[in-house]
């Protein structure tokens, strides 16, 4: 098709069809504010509701003033983006949304990286001409995510995200005009939803009106208190992204200053999520190989393929919409509950103190994280096996508060020995890592051979459904890969239909996997910052000098002097777990178009 | 012979259902219930003189009629043949009765192309709309027409969407049918939802098959199997003749498979409006029968090219299928010489409010309001002053006196600052005023709005805030241009057509009753008398005779006085509830 040629605020423009006026206006240099729309390009991820009005721009021969996000370009169109129209139009919505949020920036947890508040900022709002009565509604408070709907600007982000991407229907626009609000069926509180705590509505809310718990005071409070010793994991998406808390560019990895930092702080002891990474590779990668050898010897019982079960949002979704399918994933607890559960025994008794003065904390890309460390069965007599974790934002916001110097920090390393990881688990963090880290080590174990090509491009991407078959010398093994919960939807209806032969699956909810995770810092629609984040992740790996998780030295001492083998009754006891029946409301997404 | 007996719901509420089954209890007492059959038909249109019984062949209108005049009316005109002078109309100027509805101003103007069958025909009878040419069109179009010669004609009849937008209907027939999709759809439109009207659902309860045939015939046009009306719950008499009406037709071959031996295929069935005003959005609409929530989208893409799921749908609203029929009968040269140059043809209106002849009426295009208000309405109640007429209900804008000899078509409305909408006609008379009247259209919108944009959702409760402020007495004159500007961005920046129309009753009010606005906000009174926290009571020390009766109905005690002294209203005190007002014999009490 021709190429559609206009022109805005007398600049020529050459666009494709359909191209959108925003788009156009930004090939140009011209960047129309917006506030509902989100685009998150790499990941086919779109809000485009025309709902919140402000990039209203005027169109020559046209009545009304038009959206910009939502407006295609036509030949010979005369848009004008700045004539005081637009911009009466576009302060006044404003002033309008503003009449309808508190006035508490001062104090609100999305201060500095509020949307609302940067555009407003922009827009050159000094007053608000249209006062009047505000929405109130209770807060929401879930053992993850708090909603403070007072702050909600009806965007639908989040709504998109919930029922779009992740098919997971917790969040829905309810009531009409001036009392709609986003919020689980019948305004119920999020806890008693289908919600699995992913945090992606979080990741994209332009307001404080969703936001994580906090618990920054409660690491602070143990790290005061004398008698109790804190340690600390850093998940390997945090690398990647705390950086871009204190201003450095996306894809910045920043691993020895964010271990000085923790260190700076006072944990006793900085290790790393990695080093549990590489103990689930163990114990998943030999329960693939047992599975597989068992359903290639006949045994039909043998269910294939195996699932990842290393994502909390995920196994709290296969537990709500997929409970009779919970003999799929693999029992195999999370590189984060592992970790407790061997500090609060392995280490524990290895410096001699007892569990309960032992503060395992956690630094997560996650938010259903906060969920999973409270789950009863990751529990010993009450005591939890991970006591706190904590977002890679709350982490920026505590080193921030310490008044320590982020950027001018030295280099340090972590802590042994679970601080010690190799590169397979480094690349836990991105969408295709986990079972490439998988096939690493089980293919070594299956072939008894040296892997020659330890990277496998055909596993990477940003594909939202990727699969890849693995030559095990001479065995064809089907990998099948999902990112999103509505992609790993998708494949279990496959799985389910009985229409796949995978022999392993890896699925991770958030887009990019945990280096777009609902606690890390916002990429605000810009979808280049989790692009960069998952490049500085494989660049992690190859700096490694262990790539494989089944050598790193400490993983073999932990089954020589504790553990005993993969699988063993004691791997059984602390690394390995269960699933239960969790479906609520069965609710039917209706496809999207 | 016949006795047709009105079943609108406006009837209805008035008891006409006793009254048929009297009726036919006398007639059958007196052993006529072979000769003489009980028709309940549709709307007549003059509701304002509800329940109507029409006695055929005589072709008397007897009007008022409650069950208890029953016994007579078979008695004296039945058995005897003496028309009861009693129920007959009576012309309130010459004072003269009339028999023949043709003799009754509120019908001589009128013309009657989408009533056609209202109050003529059982609705519940499918021989009874055969009777009066229904599904002759239907036939004509499937066994002489190609669909692209049957759009041809609905282009040329001019006919344009009635359920507010004025698109030309055949144009839209026309798109929809050039849609490449291997489904379409079509939707009859029947949500309506604008206070006071009730067009649509008296042709839904007075001529459900018209609405059918025209829907099978716009299948055969667009390449459409398959029908759905969208209608509110709360009409249930409306869906239970639609609900008949489908069944007679299947039952006839006139839907479902092979239609009259064709091999054309349609059928229709029902989806339920939960009376969202919103929902009679087309978007919204077909959401809503997705079973989403139900919120417009922008467009493009139309429904005729991507509507209810995906598919190219086409929308009509009720009145505009009405009329098909008789255009493809009649032909669309006939169509087009009736109405003004570019709104042809006829359209109803709900004539409420301040009027004395409330009802259904239906004029060509091009009649005046004058005409309307005055002839057909028989002008204003208790001979008070016209002030204004609202047309396009909240979507639209208020008229006054300078507007009353306009020909109303879509287009001149339009320039007067008001809108055709669905047809709703609102009369206000002196008593009313504007500020609260706009203040009551928001009211109306704040609590309609979907919710989706910003401007909608927030802007017309902020509207609705400022014109409370007024009405209370506490605005300012600053108010007034915060008012004026807020309504341009709305109407600027709104999503859908809701919010693109919902200022209108502020800006025209504001531009033709300014002197209100400056009345309300500089020196805090209500020139209408209406708002009532602008208004004091007082007491005329001239009449007051001290009877003591007003201190003793006060509810509040606001009032003081010895017996046989002149009393005191504590304006502090007083609620202005105006018991005192209604209880003094002498006049005393006054407002001001």
Redesign the interface.
Same mark, same amino acid.
């Given at each position: 098709m021709d190429k559609i040629n206009l022109t805005i605020d007398h600049k020529p423009v050459q666009v494709e069809p359909g191209t959108s006026l925003l788009k156009a206006a930004e090939q140009v240099g011209i960047k129309i504010p917006t506030l509902c729309y989100l685009h998150l390009e790499d990941l086919n991820i779109e809000n485009k509701p025309g709902g919140c009005r402000i990039c209203v721009v005027e169109v020559s021969g046209r009545r009304n003033l038009a959206p910009s996000c939502a407006t295609q370009c036509q030949e010979g169109m005369e848009v004008r983006t700045n004539t005081m129209r637009v911009l009466n139009a576009r302060k006044t919505v404003m002033e309008l949304i503003l009449s309808d949020h508190p006035f508490d920036c001062l104090i609100c947890a999305k201060s500095g990286t509020c949307d609302l508040q940067k555009t407003a900022q922009d827009l050159g709002i000094r007053e608000i001409h249209y006062k009047g009565e505000q929405s109130h509604y209770k807060e929401d408070r879930s053992p993850s995510i708090i909603r403070d709907m007072d702050k909600c600007i009806l965007c639908r982000r989040c709504e998109m995200m919930c029922n779009e991407f992740q098919t997971v229907g917790a969040l829905w626009g309810i009531n009409r005009g001036f009392m709609s609000v986003v919020a689980p069926a019948f305004e119920q509180d999020l806890e008693k939803s289908t919600c699995t705590y992913c945090g992606q509505c979080v990741a994209v809310c332009p307001t404080g009106a969703l936001t994580e718990v906090d618990h920054t005071n409660q690491i602070i409070r143990a790290l005061a208190n004398p008698k109790k010793k804190v340690i600390v994991q850093t998940a390997p998406a945090v690398r990647a992204a705390l950086g871009e808390a204190f201003g450095m560019e996306p894809g910045t990895l920043v691993t020895g200053k964010m271990v000085s930092a923790l260190k700076e702080l006072g944990f006793d002891y900085v290790f790393d999520t990695d080093f549990a990474a590489d103990l689930t590779i163990m114990e998943e990668g030999t329960e693939l190989l047992k599975r597989l050898t068992n359903y290639l010897a006949g045994n039909k019982k043998e269910s294939l393929p195996i699932l990842t079960s290393c994502c909390p949002a995920w196994v709290n979704f296969f537990e709500e919409y997929f409970p009779e399918m919970e003999d799929i994933p693999s029992t195999a607890r999370s590189p984060q509950q592992m970790f407790g559960a061997i500090a609060k025994t392995y280490f524990a008794d290895k410096i001699g103190v007892d569990r309960k003065d032992l503060v395992v904390t956690s630094i997560m890309p996650c938010l259903a994280k906060k969920y999973e460390c409270q789950r009863e069965e990751f529990k010993t007599d009450g005591n939890p096996d991970v006591d706190y974790a904590l977002s890679t934002r709350e982490l920026a916001a505590l080193i921030k508060q310490s008044n320590i110097d982020f950027l001018s920090l030295p280099d340090s390393d972590f802590d042994k020995p679970m601080g010690e990881s190799s590169g397979a688990a480094v690349i836990f963090g991105t969408t295709g890592g986990v079972i490439e880290a998988a096939v690493r080590t089980a293919y070594e174990i299956y072939t008894g051979k040296t892997l020659e090509r330890i990277s496998f491009e055909e596993l990477r991407g940003m594909e939202g459904i990727r699969h890849a078959t693995i030559d095990f010398d001479g065995l064809p093994i089907n990998i099948g890969i999902a990112h999103g919960l509505g992609n790993a939807r998708e494949l279990l209806e496959s799985i389910k239909a009985g229409t796949c032969n995978f022999h392993a699956i890896e699925i991770m909810a958030c887009p990019g996997g945990c280096i777009g995770g609902g606690g890390q810092p916002l990429h605000h629609g810009v979808s280049g910052v989790i692009t960069a984040r998952q490049r500085a992740i494989y660049e992690e790996d190859l700096a490694k000098p262990i790539r494989k998780s089944h050598e790193n030295p400490y993983i073999k001492e932990l089954y020589d002097e504790f553990l005993g083998e993969p699988l063993s009754e004691k791997s059984h006891h602390l690394l390995h777990t269960h699933y239960f029946d969790r479906s609520k409301v069965k609710v039917v997404i209706p496809k999207t178009k | 012979m016949h006795i047709l007996v009105c079943g609108g719901t406006g009837c209805k509420s008035s008891n006409s259902d006793l009254l048929v089954s009297t009726l036919r209890n006398e007639l059958l007492e007196n052993g006529l219930d072979k000769e003489v059959q009980v028709v309940l038909t549709g709307c007549f249109g003059f509701c304002e003189q509800g329940p109507i019984v029409k006695v055929l062949p005589d072709n008397i209108f007897y009007v008022g009629v409650k069950p208890e005049d029953a016994p007579e009316i078979i008695a004296e005109h039945i058995i005897k043949g003496r028309t009861l002078q009693r129920l007959l109309y009576e012309d309130p100027t010459t004072k003269e009765k009339i028999q023949n509805a043709k003799g009754m101003n509120f019908y001589k103007k009128q013309l009657r192309i989408a009533l056609r069958n209202c109050g003529f025909i059982d609705p519940e009878r499918i021989e009874e709309s055969i009777a009066r040419d229904g599904y002759a069109a239907l036939g004509k179009v499937l066994t002489e027409l190609t669909p692209e010669e049957t759009v041809q004609i609905i282009k040329q009849s001019g006919l344009r969407g009635r359920g507010g937008g004025g698109f030309s209907t055949g144009l839209k027939w026309e798109i929809t049918a050039k849609s490449q999709a291997d489904q379409k759809y079509v939707v009859c439109n029947a949500d309506e939802g604008d206070p006071g009207a009730f067009m649509d659902r008296s042709i839904l309860e007075g001529d459900p098959h018209t609405v059918l045939e025209s829907m099978a015939i716009n299948g055969y046009c667009t390449g459409a199997d398959k029908g759905l009306i969208y209608i509110r719950a709360e009409y249930p008499l409306a869906i239970a003749r639609l609900k008949i009406a489908i069944g007679q037709a299947r039952e006839y071959g006139l839907l479902g498979k092979d239609i009259l031996g064709t091999g054309f295929n349609f059928d229709i069935d029902l989806r339920y409006g939960a009376g969202?005003f @919103?929902c009679g959005e087309e978007t919204a609409l077909i959401h809503s029968m *997705?079973? %989403? $929530?139900g %919120?417009p989208?922008?467009k #493009?893409p139309f429904p005729s090219e991507?509507g209810y799921m +995906?598919k190219p749908t086409n929308v009509n609203n009720v009145e505009t299928y009405a009329n098909i029929p008789p255009i493809i009968l009649q032909g669309a040269a006939w169509f087009s010489s009736i109405g003004t140059e570019k709104s042809k043809g006829t359209k109803v209106f709900a004539l409420a409010g301040k009027v004395n002849n409330v009802g259904l009426v239906e004029v060509p295009m091009g009649t005046t309001l004058r005409e309307v208000i005055y002839e057909i309405g028989g002008g204003i109640k208790g001979n008070k002053k016209f002030k204004a007429v609202q047309t396009g209900g909240p979507s639209g804008g208020c008229l006054t006196e300078k507007h009353l000899d306009i020909p109303i078509d879509y287009d001149n409305l339009i320039a007067c600052g008001s809108m055709m909408g669905s047809g709703g006609m609102i009369i206000v008379d002196e008593d009313d005023c504007m500020v609260s009247m706009a203040k009551y259209y928001l009211d109306f919108t @704040? *609590?309609? &709005?979907? +919710?989706?944009? &910003? #401007?909608c $959702?927030? +802007? /017309?409760? $902020?509207l609705y %805030?400022i014109l409370e402020t007024i009405t209370k007495g506490k605005g300012t004159i600053e108010d007034l241009d $915060?008012l004026r /500007?807020?309504s341009d @961005?709305i109407?600027?920046? &709104?999503?859908c057509g809701l919010g693109?129309t919902s200022p209108n009753p502020v800006l025209s009010t504001l531009d033709n009753f300014m002197e209100e606005y400056e009345a309300h906000v500089l020196h805090h009174k209500c020139p209408a008398g209406q708002c009532r926290d602008l208004m004091t009571y007082w007491i005329d020390t001239e009449n007051c005779v001290g009877c003591t009766a007003c201190a003793r109905v006060c509810p509040v005690s606001a009032i003081t006085g010895e017996r046989k002294e002149v009393h005191l209203i504590d304006a502090a005190l007083c609620i202005k509830c105006g018991a005192c007002m209604e209880k003094c014999k002498f006049n005393a009490v006054y407002v001001s």
């Open positions: - | 969202a @919103v *997705e079973g %989403e $929530r %919120e989208t922008f #493009p991507q +995906g @704040v *609590e309609e &709005s979907c +919710g989706k944009c &910003s #401007p $959702r927030i +802007g /017309n409760k $902020r %805030e $915060r /500007n807020l @961005v109407k600027d920046t &709104s999503l693109q």
